[in-house]
């Protein structure tokens, strides 16, 4: 398994301002994940960040909105540009972990944005 | 990429066999199938994984078809706790997150 912390838990955040999400895993991994996950929504895949290179975004996410850094093999953080209500959802990471053959991905608890 | 169809919802009392099936006619001989829990407020929660035929965990079993073309999830007794969002995935390797899309979920709601 894998351990996954993310701070904060959650934040009530001014429109315009930006918060920065931390993940700490337990061990280290090549990649994390950050998704995106709106009120009673499924999930949806934000970027992926790779240790010494800059983030892989998906399609309609872009590095000024989302910013990421990965210093390390077990750090990582998300940062919420310029935010506005529409941003108001629970920010994830995850990390792959392989078993023989096969894989699990685990998730952090969320970090849970209010966006006024 | 492989698109995974659930029930929106589904309803049980405490004790019974839940049986949630996932379609997913597009999936790559690559694939695997993989079912997540998810509660409120917290990060979805890996259940179960298989390739093909029958797979048993302490948790759940997971019965897959010849034709990989679907998949249940089989949650024997089930308990007020196993109230949550149930994902279906379907992927290849840990390197593909991007190709491995949650969909909608099935809501599953357990009573008394």
């Given at each position: 398994?894998?351990?996954?912390?993310?701070?904060?838990?959650?934040?009530?955040c001014?429109?315009?301002t930006s918060l920065t999400i931390q993940c700490?895993?337990?061990?280290?991994?090549?990649?994390?994940?950050w998704?995106?996950?709106?009120?009673?929504?499924?999930?949806?895949?934000i970027a992926?960040a790779?240790?010494?290179?800059?983030a892989?975004?998906?399609?309609?996410f872009v590095i000024d909105k989302f910013p990421i850094s990965?210093?390390?093999?077990?750090?990582s953080t998300l940062t919420v540009s310029n935010m506005?209500?529409?941003d108001?959802?629970?920010y994830?990471?995850?990390?792959?972990?392989?078993?023989?053959?096969?894989?699990?991905?685990?998730?952090?608890?969320?970090t849970?944005l209010?966006?006024? | 990429?492989?698109?995974?169809?659930?029930?929106?919802?589904?309803?049980?009392?405490?004790?019974?066999?839940?049986?949630?099936?996932?379609?997913?006619?597009?999936?790559?001989?690559?694939?695997?199938?993989?079912?997540?829990?998810?509660?409120?407020?917290?990060?979805?929660?890996?259940?179960?994984?298989?390739?093909?035929?029958?797979?048993?965990?302490?948790?759940?079993?997971?019965?897959?078809?010849?034709?990989?073309?679907?998949?249940?999830?089989?949650?024997?007794?089930?308990?007020?706790?196993?109230?949550?969002?149930?994902?279906?995935?379907?992927?290849?390797?840990?390197?593909?997150?991007?190709?491995?899309?949650?969909?909608?979920?099935?809501?599953?709601?357990?009573?008394?």
């Open positions: 398994s894998a351990v996954i912390s993310q701070k904060p838990s959650r934040d009530i001014q429109r315009g700490q895993v337990d061990s280290q991994v090549t990649m994390m994940f998704y995106r996950q709106q009120p009673g929504q499924s999930l949806t895949l992926t790779n240790q010494g290179s800059e892989t975004y998906e399609s309609g990965r210093p390390n093999l077990t750090f506005s209500p529409e108001s959802s629970i994830l990471c995850s990390v792959f972990r392989t078993s023989g053959r096969t894989y699990e991905q685990y998730f952090g608890p969320g849970r209010t966006v006024t | 990429l492989a698109k995974t169809t659930q029930p929106i919802s589904m309803d049980s009392y405490e004790g019974q066999e839940v049986n949630i099936t996932c379609s997913h006619n597009n999936i790559a001989t690559n694939d695997y199938i993989t079912w997540y829990q998810q509660f409120p407020s917290q990060g979805p929660r890996f259940i179960i994984q298989g390739y093909k035929t029958k797979v048993t965990n302490e948790v759940a079993s997971l019965f897959i078809p010849a034709d990989r073309k679907s998949s249940t999830l089989s949650l024997p007794r089930v308990s007020l706790s196993d109230t949550a969002v149930y994902y279906c995935l379907v992927g290849a390797t840990y390197s593909s997150a991007s190709k491995i899309i949650f969909g909608s979920g099935t809501r599953l709601s357990i009573r008394p």
